[in-house]
């Protein structure tokens, strides 16, 4: 993205480029957000619940 803004920055208007930054980055952004999601999906790490974690330390029958 500060590739693009400064290629746009330097080749085109000042109208150009403000309009790019306010309705061209928050697009852009989205459409990259959507493009990652299978992959935060796929590597989700799920928190550990406190039972299973009392469990593998062995205080779970203890109280």
Do not use: C, Y
Not at 6 to 20: K, L, M
Not at 22 to 40: E, K, N, S, W
């Amino acid at each position: 993205m500060a590739i693009l803004n400064e290629i746009i920055w330097r080749t085109q208007s000042t109208d150009f480029w403000v309009g790019f930054k306010a309705f061209g980055v928050i697009p852009l952004t989205m459409v990259f957000a959507v493009i990652q999601m299978p992959l935060i999906k796929r590597f989700h790490v799920e928190p550990v619940s406190l039972q299973a974690s009392d469990a593998s330390e062995g205080d779970l029958g203890k109280g």
